[in-house]
């Protein structure tokens, strides 16, 4: 089993969460793959200021932060506790396409590839993951970012993540489930009655944009009929009104204490809304 999400919360890094990583096969190691790609003899990675890149697989400890940039420069911040790093760089041979269980693949073309991922082990019971991915990334930026996290995860269980991301004032919630009674500091989510995908962003407690979707399209095995729409409902603290309208967005009711706001999500396409503080 595995709960994961991505948020992006700036215009070239993505936040990832996984926790609940479970299973009982005690044969092959359970991991997550960052990278994988054809690789030449002068592909090489970077890993904590270390260039490596020769035919090898070395590991780097699970106990401690690490940064790595790989040959096509996406940078990768991994938070301890993610699963040991392990970048590897050799011959892979390719399986085939069109076969699940393929019986001779030695006729396959041989190339050389190189990966990095994280190794959570065999049999993992409840691991997580926890990594930033930045696009044409530098050494100087990679750096920075070890030495000064930009967010703070506030939950990252099988029920939900939580994310903030620092300074911009944005809240990231993937809830796998109804939730009641949330209770962060300075967040402003408090319920829903299903499992959905809300993001939220206040530069002050005046003013709000909010967007909500729910993560289940609600697609059948090759069906052919339209997906019904599906309700989600919210419910904030404090009292706000909706400042800007939308068609597939109700005000249920407010009081001094919460708000409560009914949303019809088509698609999995999301709704937002501007939300202004009732005084």
Do not use: C
């Not at 041989?110 to 049999?123: F, K, M, P, V, W």
């Not at 000064?148 to 620092?166: G, W």
């Not at 404090?238 to 999500?265: C, M, Y």
């Amino acid at each position: 089993t595995l709960s994961s999400s991505s948020a992006a919360s700036d215009v070239y890094k993505r936040q990832s969460l996984g926790s609940n990583i479970t299973n009982d096969d005690i044969n092959h190691p359970t991991v997550t793959t960052l990278y994988q790609r054809i690789a030449t003899d002068e592909s090489s990675v970077i890993v904590d200021k270390n260039t490596y890149g020769e035919q090898s697989e070395t590991s780097f400890s699970d106990d401690e932060n690490h940064w790595l940039i790989d040959d096509y420069q996406t940078g990768f911040y991994l938070a301890a506790g993610s699963g040991e790093l392990k970048v590897w760089k050799g011959n892979q041979q390719t399986p085939n396409r069109n076969q699940t269980w393929p019986v001779d693949i030695s006729q396959n073309p041989i190339g050389q590839y190189t990966i990095g991922y994280l190794d959570h082990g065999t049999a993992p019971d409840n691991y997580g993951y926890e990594y930033v991915t930045i696009p044409n990334a530098n050494i100087g930026e990679m750096e920075k970012l070890a030495k000064n996290k930009p967010y703070v995860v506030h939950e990252k269980t099988s029920q939900r993540h939580v994310i903030e991301r620092l300074r911009k004032n944005i809240w990231g919630y993937a809830l796998f489930e109804a939730a009641s009674n949330l209770s962060h500091t300075n967040g402003l989510l408090k319920a829903s009655d299903t499992s959905s995908l809300v993001m939220l962003k206040h530069r002050n407690r005046n003013e709000v944009r909010l967007s909500v979707t729910d993560p289940d399209i609600g697609f059948t095995y090759r069906g052919l009929k339209p997906v019904a729409p599906r309700k989600v409902t919210l419910t904030l603290h404090g009292n706000w009104s909706i400042e800007e309208q939308h068609p597939r967005a109700k005000f249920i009711s407010a009081d001094t204490t919460e708000t409560v706001l009914e949303f019809t999500i088509v698609d999995g396409l999301p709704v937002e809304l501007k939300l202004r503080a009732v005084k």
